[in-house]
């Protein structure tokens, strides 16, 4: 297996991988979205709410605001054995008291855990005008994508297979309509050297505009078996990083599982 790293940030990860198949790469996708767990609000107690929204909308609001996760300190709450609420093994409370006229955000958000707060501090909750007051008290837990979608770490988790694009030179009148109709600027169309050139290979979305708009039939656009081009953007709960790397491991888990199932 081959990786290669092509594109990093704090949310954002591209890279290539060679030597596995489909099923694999697949996966890694699928687990990657929906059993990697994060932390997310699970109840609210709406204390006080003046606010021109319903409960239950701020409530739906809440669950879906991004919160940074340690997941090694924290248990799922459906594998606690926890009798009483606001078990610290598997919940984390966060408060919310403010006074308008005032925008209220995510960043007023008060939790007991500090490693349990809002990566975006600038998500809007609610509007609150002269006189009116919200008091709540949110409890999060720990979750799986598979329960609800505020528990996926990930908004986008893809991939595709590495393009090959084939550029027969014999046939090839170079008319460079390949390199104008391209959406993505793949080609290159050099008149001096009356040439088309591939400059962006990684960027094809395979498409085959090109294909299409080629004349004389000279290119041939197909993704390569066994390479593929992977990207991962996370909403702030955990790294890309750290989600590839539990997406491995839980696969490893579930591999293990079955190879000690049939012994």
């Given at each position: 297996?081959?990786?290669?790293?092509?594109?990093?940030?704090?949310?954002?990860?591209?890279?290539?991988?060679?030597?596995?198949?489909?099923?694999?790469?697949?996966?890694?996708?699928?687990?990657?979205?929906?059993?990697?767990?994060?932390?997310?609000?699970?109840?609210?107690?709406?204390?006080?709410?003046?606010?021109?929204?319903?409960?239950?909308?701020l409530a739906h609001r809440l669950g879906l605001v991004p919160l940074t996760t340690d997941v090694d300190s924290m248990v799922l709450a459906s594998e606690c054995d926890c009798e009483e609420d606001n078990c610290p093994r598997c919940s984390v409370s966060?408060?919310?008291?403010?006074?308008?006229?005032?925008?209220?955000?995510?960043?007023?958000?008060?939790?007991?855990?500090?490693?349990?707060?809002?990566?975006?501090?600038?998500?809007?909750?609610?509007?609150?005008?002269?006189?009116?007051?919200?008091?709540?008290?949110?409890?999060?837990?720990?979750?799986?994508?598979?329960?609800?979608?505020?528990?996926?770490?990930?908004?986008?988790?893809?991939?595709?297979?590495?393009?090959?694009?084939?550029?027969?030179?014999?046939?090839?009148?170079?008319?460079?309509?390949?390199?104008?109709?391209?959406?993505?600027?793949?080609?290159?169309?050099?008149?001096?050297?009356?040439?088309?050139?591939?400059?962006?290979?990684?960027?094809?979305?395979m498409c085959k505009t090109c294909v299409r708009g080629c004349t004389s039939d000279s290119i041939t656009v197909e993704g390569q078996e066994g390479?593929?081009?992977?990207?991962?953007?996370?909403?702030?709960?955990?790294?890309?990083?750290?989600?590839?790397?539990?997406?491995?491991?839980?696969?490893?888990?579930?591999?293990?599982?079955?190879?000690?199932?049939?012994?």
């Amino acid at each position: 297996m081959e990786i290669d790293i092509k594109k990093k940030d704090e949310n954002f990860l591209l890279f290539t991988i060679e030597g596995v198949d489909d099923a694999f790469i697949n996966a890694i996708r699928r687990i990657s979205t929906v059993e990697v767990p994060t932390m997310a609000i699970e109840t609210v107690e709406i204390l006080k709410n003046d606010a021109k929204i319903f409960d239950e909308a701020l409530a739906h609001r809440l669950g879906l605001v991004p919160l940074t996760t340690d997941v090694d300190s924290m248990v799922l709450a459906s594998e606690c054995d926890c009798e009483e609420d606001n078990c610290p093994r598997c919940s984390v409370s966060l408060l919310l008291k403010e006074k308008g006229p005032k925008t209220v955000y995510s960043g007023d958000l008060k939790s007991q855990d500090p490693e349990v707060v809002p990566y975006n501090d600038t998500i809007p909750l609610l509007k609150l005008k002269e006189g009116e007051e919200v008091e709540l008290i949110a409890i999060a837990q720990l979750g799986l994508g598979l329960e609800h979608a505020k528990w996926e770490p990930t908004t986008a988790c893809v991939y595709k297979y590495y393009p090959k694009i084939t550029i027969d030179t014999e046939t090839c009148e170079a008319c460079g309509l390949c390199a104008s109709e391209c959406p993505r600027g793949v080609y290159e169309f050099d008149e001096k050297k009356n040439l088309v050139k591939v400059i962006d290979l990684e960027n094809c979305s395979m498409c085959k505009t090109c294909v299409r708009g080629c004349t004389s039939d000279s290119i041939t656009v197909e993704g390569q078996e066994g390479k593929y081009i992977f990207r991962i953007e996370t909403d702030g709960s955990l790294s890309p990083e750290e989600v590839l790397k539990r997406a491995c491991d839980i696969l490893s888990d579930k591999s293990n599982e079955v190879i000690e199932f049939c012994k």
